[in-house]
């Protein structure tokens, strides 16, 4: 940690996560001038509400605009309330959740609210201490339950003191709605009461509109009108049916039941076949078009008589003319019925209904309502002390979490960030770097940026029904095994464990290890792969060969072959021939270079070799770790990362455990036992390949005659001889003889 001098205002700390320098968050000093530190220097400039391990009623209340989003202008007005607030501001960064009440800044106007309202919190509670903590101003039903006023414009019977208005209360509850007060109990509010009093009047004055001129059969009116409109549509088909007999008598044995479909139900339980009964028309039909009551069909004449006896007393039948005279005399009725009002209180009857007028508790009601509203200024001030108390809990993690991240980056693995949804234990590890998604299709497309193989899960718990998606940050270990449809599972911050299934996997690389030998993992999948490919196709082949042999005709099988060309394929294996000759020349041309180096040279061809390979993979992979980076994840929920979230190697190894046993001599009862030649074989294979090595580098082998070993010729020997011998001197006498 180190501090730097600003040239002007607040002196900060500053610390290094991740290997990116951080302003520190100490003290409620440091608290009381966030408003003053450059948004550039933040870690982060706004996050959601929702989906984070933090109280939601906390994000809530710094969520002072209401748009699901936590912003830096509303962090920095928090800290600013708090400061003026309290006494010790250095009381928020131990993050209690009991605040001694002198604590509390008297001397500030909203301080002094806050202090009173404590009180009133502890009064109504009946607690005598001089401390408050968050679960006491947070039971509002508690604080509020013997109080008939607090505020929050809703009345309940405890708000009124004579019986009738609470009975009143009662009834508007009952029949337009209700309200919860802050007591927990079901009130009314104005709105509520103009309804009540809206849907009486209107009641009465419709019921006052219902003359006798318009109840055309008296108290049976309605009675009628049920039962007209019950035979109305078979009367009207019985009438037309009539109609086209009189146009013309070939219809009538068409319009007319038949014998035929009565025929058909002959033999059964007529009682049983009441609706096939009913589908024959209402009467027999004829050119006369009448009625007659006592030949209307079976299932239809207990209504028919029904309807008689209000409309038709004393007639013997109806005719077209008359029916419709009947169905016209509803009109006045079924127009004031559509005009009727107040429905919500039909039920109360009129009589109730204008005893209730008549009593005019409207504004007895709403004087209720109003001085209910007179407190809401205190009540609001109890609301308050319910924002101090979590704030004061909970503000300081919040900075952890907004401004330095400090949470994630703490070397103590019980300590996690909000975003840490929990641990996802999968293929021999324990990854707890795992946050919640909402869509995993959008999620991957900005995550995958960030340079870190990630698993997306969808996990579901069988004993609670709840489910969720995670993507889980896996950061060691081995990538065999984890493809989708592999199972694991994942463990909320509360312990309550799911069943997760990898459904999206983005890749990117866990380790320099991995990416080494990824080169020659891809190769080895590659070559098994076409093997694979290969002995398909030629099973298929000889399958095809099979069915086609057996579904072949006998002349087919009594061909004769075709002889064997010799001379056609003399060519192609003359061909291959030369191939192998010359690939051979090749090799042991290679062979025979290397067999000249030294035995170390041999060993650094291989590591250049090795290196030729995995360097490219190893080093882009030690690119992409050192740059691997939270922010994309976090910015893909929704998120605003103004700063680098690294994850480098030695903290990732951190975010990753893996399973780790004991060296221990253990029998297993299924190990396949090797046979004792196998053994004994493989010894001497062994001491033989490092016999001829010796052989071969120390040039012994040229007595088997290795095409690299040849002897050479006694003219080659004897120039080489003459090359490196040193010129000898000549005498002068014998250079003078000469």
């Not at 501001?89 to 604590?103: I, P």
């Not at 994942?490 to 866990?510: H, K, Q, S």
């Amino acid at each position: 940690m180190a501090k730097k001098n600003q040239p002007k205002g607040y002196e900060w700390s500053y610390c290094s996560f991740g290997g990116v320098v951080r302003v520190n968050i100490r003290n409620g000093e440091d608290i009381a001038h966030l408003g003053e530190l450059d948004k550039k220097l933040w870690t982060v400039l706004s996050c959601p509400t929702t989906g984070l391990e933090f109280p939601t009623e906390t994000l809530k209340m710094v969520d002072t605009d209401g748009d699901g989003k936590i912003r830096v202008d509303e962090v920095v007005a928090a800290a600013d309330w708090l400061c003026k607030v309290l006494k010790d501001k250095d009381l928020l960064v131990k993050g209690l959740d009991t605040l001694k009440l002198d604590q509390i800044n008297t001397e500030s106007e909203a301080g002094a609210k806050l202090y009173k309202s404590a009180l009133q919190i502890l009064s109504n509670l009946k607690l005598e201490k001089d401390e408050i903590s968050v679960a006491d101003s947070s039971d509002s039903v508690a604080i509020f339950a013997a109080t008939g006023a607090n505020g929050d414009g809703v009345i309940t019977e405890v708000s009124a003191e004579d019986e009738h208005l609470k009975e009143v209360i009662r009834t508007i509850v009952e029949k337009i709605g209700s309200a919860t007060d802050r007591s927990g109990a079901q009130g009314v509010t104005a709105d509520h009461i103009e309804a009540f009093y809206t849907a009486l009047a209107d009641y009465a004055e419709w019921q006052k509109a219902g003359t006798a001129d318009i109840f055309p059969f008296g108290d049976n009116t309605q009675a009628a009108l049920d039962s007209a409109n019950a035979l109305k549509e078979k009367v009207a088909d019985y009438f037309m049916r009539c109609k086209l007999i009189a146009f013309t008598e070939l219809a009538a044995p068409a319009v007319d039941v038949s014998a035929d479909r009565i025929s058909a139900i002959s033999d059964h339980n007529l009682t049983a076949e009441a609706d096939e009964i009913a589908s024959y028309p209402i009467a027999r039909p004829s050119k006369e078009g009448i009625i007659r009551f006592d030949a209307v069909n079976p299932a239809w004449k207990a209504r028919f008589d029904a309807l008689r006896a209000l409309v038709f007393e004393g007639k013997e039948s109806v005719n077209e003319e008359e029916w419709n005279a009947m169905l016209a005399k509803f009109a006045p009725y079924t127009a004031w019925k559509d005009a009727k009002k107040g429905e919500s209180v039909e039920s109360l009857g009129l009589e109730a209904v204008q005893a209730l007028l008549k009593a005019d508790d409207k504004a007895a009601l709403l004087e209720l309502v109003a001085a209910d509203k007179a407190l809401e200024e205190e009540a609001n001030s109890i609301d308050e002390v319910n924002k101090l108390m979590h704030l004061y809990r909970d503000f300081y993690k919040l900075l952890k979490n907004y401004v330095i991240l400090s949470d994630f980056y703490s070397p103590d693995q019980t300590q996690m960030a909000v975003f840490e949804a929990g641990k996802l234990y999968i293929d021999q590890r324990c990854c707890r770097l795992c946050v919640r998604v909402e869509d995993m299709g959008k999620h991957a497309d900005m995550a995958g940026l960030s340079g870190m193989f990630l698993l997306y899960c969808a996990c579901v718990s069988k004993t609670t029904g709840k489910s969720m998606n995670i993507v889980a940050v896996m950061t060691d270990g081995s990538t065999r095994n984890l493809r989708p449809g592999t199972n694991g599972v994942f463990y909320d911050r509360d312990g309550l464990d799911y069943d997760a299934t990898i459904v999206r996997v983005v890749e990117n690389p866990l380790s320099i290890k991995q990416a080494f030998w990824a080169p020659y993992v891809k190769f080895w999948n590659w070559v098994t792969g076409l093997v694979n490919k290969s002995a398909a196709e030629k099973d298929a082949k000889a399958m095809e060969s099979l069915q086609a042999g057996a579904e072949a005709a006998p002349a087919d099988a009594a061909a004769k072959k075709a002889p064997f060309d010799i001379a056609k394929f003399a060519g192609i294996f003359a061909a291959i021939g030369m191939a192998v000759a010359l690939l051979g020349g090749v090799l042991a041309a290679i062979v025979a270079g290397i067999a000249k180096l030294p035995w170390w040279g041999i060993l650094l061809i291989i590591v250049g070799i090795m290196l030729l390979i995995s360097g490219p993979s190893c080093f882009i992979a030690w690119g992409k770790l050192r740059r691997r980076n939270l922010g994309p994840v976090l910015n893909a929920n929704g998120w605003a990362v103004n700063s680098n979230v690294i994850v480098n190697i030695p903290f990732g190894r951190t975010l990753t455990s893996i399973a780790k046993y004991p060296k221990l001599k253990l029998e297993d009862p299924y190990k396949p036992k090797t046979p004792l030649w196998w053994k004994i074989l493989r010894i001497v294979l062994l001491l033989a390949v490092i016999a001829f090595g010796v052989l071969f580098f120390t040039d012994n082998l040229k007595c088997i005659g290795l095409p690299f070993h040849k002897e050479k010729p006694a003219e080659e020997l004897v120039e080489e001889a003459a090359e490196a011998a040193p010129e000898a001197e000549i005498p002068l006498e014998e250079a003078a003889a000469e």
